[in-house]
């Protein structure tokens, strides 16, 4: 099932830019994870872009953004790939040390994935978005819709909302979300070894992440392009490549526009 995108590929994080800072700095880690800043403050600073990934397990996420990482390189692009849940927050490696045993509790679990993302945005996404550079986030807060939605009883709506507005977390340029049939991501996770999930990777549990996946991208607010990844990794890259470079291009030139 492939879905058109259901409005033009917007431009955010730009208008303002003329005044954002021309310095490159690493991001400074901060500890104190619950001072984020409001976002549209922070996006009016923005100059980078935020692309995120989404599906369900086996969809093809992670090789797709390796992929996208090298390819928009060589094409002369500033380019991150993040991951979450992250590996170096706390709260990040409380998530994959205890959800792999299926220890946690749904709303711990959502719980956790909110202040490992409330760190990520504060010591990452926003400070690499500040220099300029173009993000490629492999999951974010849809999926804590789209899975913790399926523990919890919440429903999607409500938790994004809850990202929004209590973490701010900022809002991508596009979320592509890799859409594959439940059977498609399962037989692709058989392969790897010791990579199942107790937690997550049930089939029941799946077929309702990857509903909710597709209602987000039919009724939420944010930037969806579906894409159908049972075609080829290149094939699948190609698409999205091309809408990053569509995106990045219409910044450069607005931004020449203002300065
Ligand atoms: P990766 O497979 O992308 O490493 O993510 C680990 C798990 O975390 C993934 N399911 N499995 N297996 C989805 C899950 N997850 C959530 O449940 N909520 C979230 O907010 C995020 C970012 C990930």
Do not use: C
């Not at 719980?111 to 926003?126: A, E, P, S």
């Amino acid at each position: 099932m492939t879905y058109q995108p259901k409005t033009d590929l917007r431009v955010p994080f730009l208008v303002l830019a003329a005044e954002a800072s021309k310095t490159a700095h690493p991001p400074v880690l901060r500890e104190d994870t619950e001072a984020t800043v409001p976002v549209n403050d922070e996006q009016r600073h923005a100059r980078g872009s935020l692309f995120v990934l989404e599906g369900i397990d086996g969809a093809g996420k992670t090789a797709a953004a390796q992929l996208l990482e090298k390819e928009l390189r060589a094409r002369g692009l500033d380019v991150v790939r993040l991951r979450e849940p992250t590996s170096e927050s706390k709260w990040g490696k409380e998530i994959r040390d205890r959800s792999v045993k299926g220890e946690l509790d749904p709303e711990e679990e959502l719980n956790l994935f909110m202040r490992d993302r409330r760190w990520h945005v504060t010591n990452k996404i926003l400070p690499y978005l500040r220099e300029g550079k173009i993000i490629l986030l492999d999951r974010y807060f849809f999926a804590s819709g789209a899975y913790q939605t399926t523990s919890t009883g919440i429903h999607w709506s409500e938790i994004l909302r809850r990202n929004r507005e209590e973490i701010h977390a900022p809002e991508p340029d596009i979320v592509f979300l890799l859409d594959v049939p439940v059977e498609v991501g399962l037989s692709r996770l058989g392969g790897r070894s010791g990579d199942v999930n107790l937690q997550f990777e049930k089939r029941g549990r799946l077929e309702k992440v990857r509903h909710a996946y597709l209602e987000m991208a039919e009724h939420d607010s944010a930037n969806f392009v579906v894409i159908d990844a049972r075609a080829s990794l290149q094939e699948v890259v190609t698409q999205i490549l091309d809408a990053i470079l569509e995106l990045v291009n219409r910044h450069r030139s607005a931004r020449k526009a203002v300065d």
